[in-house]
Each structure stands twice: as C-alpha cells, then as structure tokens.
C-alpha cells in the first residue's frame, strides 16, 4: 500500500529497524526522534500510520508523554491510526493507550510478522473509516494493456493458483498481488510480503519458518514463521529471482509437502497460504536452471501475469499523474495546480524505465519543490524538450541526470525554481549536482552516484547495492538519507 507511516520513537536504532521493515511494503516511512517536532511534521501532512513509543525521556516508565502525545494526534482533523509501543509489556498503560484511541499495542522487541500485520490491519481499519484514500491500493489505468490485466486478476483471484508475477521494477508487480488477495477468497486474511532476496541465508528457515525457543543462541521465545503468520491469508514472495540456489531447495521441499517444520520443533506444520510470487527477471533469465530451479519454477508459476512497463502504456500517464499530485497535494497540504502542457507533453513521451515508481516519485518531487503557479517540465526533474540536454556530459556521475534518465532519481538543481518556464529550467535541470568538482559536495556525488547506479539496475535494490560494495540495509539508509 502507498501510505505514509510515522515512526516516533527517540531509540534511533529501534526506529531505523522498524523503517526499515515497513519501508518495503510503504509508500513513505518517516522516522522522527524527538517528539518536538512533531507539530511542524503534521502541519506538512498528516501520517496514515503513527507508531508511537510511550516513554521518551530516560528513567520514565509511565507512558504519560506518549498518552500526551496521543491527544496531539487524536485532534488532527484526520487523525492517524496509532500502534503504541513500549519497551514494559506493560498491560495497564496498554490498556489505558487504547482507551485513549490507540488502534493496538506492541511490545519492543516486536516480532516482525506481529508488527507487519499490525501496521497493515491499522490502516485497513483506517480505510474502512476514512474511505479508500487512506492506503490508496487501487491498480489505476485505463490503457486497453490494464483493463486486459485487470481482467486477468479478476479471473484468477477466486482460484487458489499459485500467480507469478513478472514485470521491471516499479511496475506495480506488488499491487497486482494485493489485487489478487483482494479479490480471492482469503481476502479475510493477511497478505504477507517477504523480500527473497533479502533474506539472509542464515536465518532464512527461521523467517519463513518460524522457530521454536531455545533452539539456536537468540531464539529467546517461539517465533512463527512467515508461513505460519500467513495462515489462511496469501504469502507475497517478492524477488524471487534473487534467491540463491540453496534457499530455493528449501522453499520447494516446503510447498512440495504442503508443510513445514520449525526450527527446533519435533513436527512439521500444514501450510495454509496461497503463493504470490513477483520477479524483475526477464523470462530467459527465469528459465535458466543455473538461476532459477525449474521444479520450483512450476510450483510457482500455475498462471503467469506479466504487467507491462509504463512505457507501453503511456496513454495511463495523465490518470497516474493526476491520482498522484492530488495525493501529495492532500499530503503536504499544497495547492492544487495544473501541468503546462509542454510539461505534460514531455511526461507523456518519456519512457520511464523505473515505470509507475519513478512517475510517484517525481509527483512528490513536483509537490514539494514547484514554486510556480503551474507544475512545469523541471519540478517533476525532466528536461522539456530531448534537445534540451547539456553537452559534454558523461560518467556514472552524469548518468543520473542526463535527458531520458527516470525522473525518479532527481537532483534538484539549483536554481531551477526561477521563474517557472519551462525552457528556463530545461537546461538546469539536465545538470547533474555532481558534475562540477568545485561546488559538488561529497554528499551530493554520493547521492549522484547511487541514483546513476539505481538507474543502471531499473531500481534493482540487490544489484545496486552489489555494485556500490554496500548491503541492501546500507542503501536503504542512503535512499532515506538522500530522500531517493
Ligand atoms: N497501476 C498503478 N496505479 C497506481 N499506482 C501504481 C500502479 N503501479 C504501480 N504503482 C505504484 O508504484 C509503486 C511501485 O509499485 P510496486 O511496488 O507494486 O511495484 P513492483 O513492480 O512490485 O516494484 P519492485 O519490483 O521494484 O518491487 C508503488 O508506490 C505503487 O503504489
């Protein structure tokens, strides 16, 4: 779902685990350490999601500042869903956080499948409250290549087939899941997503299979697995294409036997889940068994739905442009403006290779930083016109901003506000903030030079960071950091 959580909890640590966690499944997951500046946060938009630490300052245990805090939020004009947490299970403060309109409670250290769930069950309540909005799910596009694939899930959704879902990063692969859930039988239940190349091999088994206490150093207490959390509902394997070899072994004896077994425990569990699986893999790449395991392959692949780039599509951009600036408008509590036609012009012929997520990410962008009366070419971090590129420009560096770059991976150029025209702006906004040695800082070529390798990957998270020499949870950081 696309929606904006708030994480509010002075442990940085605890907050970035938690960031990092939702941010997979969440359009925007904000972390904020000191509860001051919670009123300038709201005045810019008000969260979907608040995941509140009761206790801020040291030696205080009676949750009083996250009960205060909890009327701060309760009085907004569409007060988000509160999750409370607190390092004391402490049932009396998780008793009277409810009462106070707290949607549930959690305890720190969370299970991460419980917090999941939590997260998405609070914004289900929401939405069911404030209408669809709130989470804004909703596969949009008209194009004949969407009403086709909009069809095809309508069709599937009821059957309990397996769906691989096949498409470039950013397509809406997830979203085609969620449709399918849905729409399925098991709407009912949870829909459970699970990043398979990010699984650690290391506690792969314990992830999706759970483990009982005491069975290796830091299994403190029972833990159900990703499987077992998804009982009744669809589990989401997302990335599949990044799994190594070994997990894939693993992952096929558990849906061949249709049962698991924890670590640690002395019997296997019946599995109860439909799988959803998504890959960015091209379809050759997928049939090599030196990547993907065939046996596994058909296990997973009953029905195949391919969803299209944006690119094939471009008749979907108005739609898409529209839904989103009224989001980010609504969020950020901006004016509603209109698009020049020359920008709008130049969006609709770009060919987006980080498809629909690049076209979001440049909404937010156009939001935030048009200053003018209209959203013009530059707001939204594209060149009006092709021939308005800078010459000379080259290196990884360049890359990231040069004409027909996804207007996903912006740098604002300064200067670029002006006075608004499109042609002004143009020839700023192909320049990268890289590529002068004298006014880069180091920051700025950081953050050129992983959006230049985002771009190379389509948005590959794996194969970015690989390239970068630094683990997916590092570029994560970076991402919020850079605000990518
Ligand atoms: N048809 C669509 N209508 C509205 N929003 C969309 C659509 N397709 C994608 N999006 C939005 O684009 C973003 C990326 O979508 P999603 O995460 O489903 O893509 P994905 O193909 O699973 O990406 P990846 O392979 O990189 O994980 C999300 O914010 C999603 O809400």
Request: aromatic fraction near 4%.
């Amino acid at each position: 779902m696309t929606a904006y959580i708030l994480i509010l909890d002075d442990d940085a640590d605890v907050a970035t685990a938690a960031q990092l966690l939702l941010r997979r499944r969440h359009g925007q997951v904000v972390t904020l350490s000191d509860p001051a500046g919670l009123p300038a946060l709201l005045a810019r938009g008000v969260p979907d999601v608040v995941l509140l630490d009761l206790n801020f300052t040291p030696g205080r245990i009676n949750g009083a500042e996250g009960l205060a805090l909890m009327d701060v939020l309760r009085t907004q004009a569409r007060p988000p869903a509160v999750i409370a947490m607190t390092a004391y299970a402490d049932v009396p403060l998780a008793v009277e956080a409810l009462k106070r309109g707290a949607g549930d409670f959690i305890t720190k250290p969370w299970d991460n499948a419980r917090l999941i769930a939590a997260v998405d069950q609070a914004l289900a309540r929401r939405q069911a409250a404030h209408g669809a909005a709130a989470g804004s799910p909703e596969l949009m596009g008209e194009s004949r290549a969407m009403r086709e694939l909009k069809a095809l899930i309508a069709s599937v959704a009821p059957t309990e087939a397996n769906v691989m879902v096949l498409g470039e990063n950013g397509v809406g692969k997830e979203l085609v899941a969620r449709a399918i859930h849905a729409a399925s039988r098991r709407a009912t239940g949870t829909m459970l997503a699970v990043d398979m190349g990010a699984l650690p091999e290391s506690t792969f088994e314990s992830e999706l299979f759970g483990h009982r206490k005491g069975s290796f150093t830091d299994a403190r207490a029972d833990r159900a697995g990703r499987f077992q959390a998804a009982r009744g509902g669809s589990l989401f394997l997302d990335e599949i294409g990044n799994m190594p070899l070994a997990a894939q072994a693993k992952l096929l004896t558990a849906l061949e036997r249709r049962e698991v077994t924890p670590i640690g425990a002395d019997k296997p569990e019946a599995i109860d889940v439909r799988i959803i699986s998504a890959t960015n893999l091209d379809e050759a790449r997928l049939f090599d068994p030196s990547v993907f395991r065939a046996d596994l392959l058909f296990r997973l692949n009953t029905i195949v739905i391919r969803v299209p780039p944006l690119r094939e599509r471009l008749e979907d951009v108005p739609l898409l442009l529209s839904h989103y600036l009224k989001r980010y408008e609504s969020q950020y509590q901006r004016p509603a403006r209109e698009i020049t036609a020359a920008a709008l012009d130049a969006l609709a012929r770009h060919d987006w290779p980080g498809n629909v997520r690049a076209l979001r990410h440049a909404c937010e962008r156009a939001v935030i930083l048009g200053q003018g009366v209209e959203y013009v070419a530059a707001d939204f971090g594209l060149a009006a016109a092709p021939a308005a590129a800078a010459p000379g420009l080259s290196g990884a560096a360049g890359a990231a901003n040069a004409p027909g770059a996804p207007p996903g991976y912006p740098t604002h150029a300064a200067g670029s506000g002006g006075d608004g025209g499109d042609r002004a702006v143009a020839a700023n906004a192909s320049l990268p903030a890289a590529a002068s040695a004298t006014d880069a800082t180091l920051d700025a070529i950081e953050r050129a030079a992983i959006a230049a390798t985002l771009a190379q990957f389509n948005g590959n998270i794996s194969h970015a960071a690989k390239t970068l020499g630094i683990s997916r949870a590092a570029l994560y950081r970076k991402l919020g950091k850079h605000g990518i």
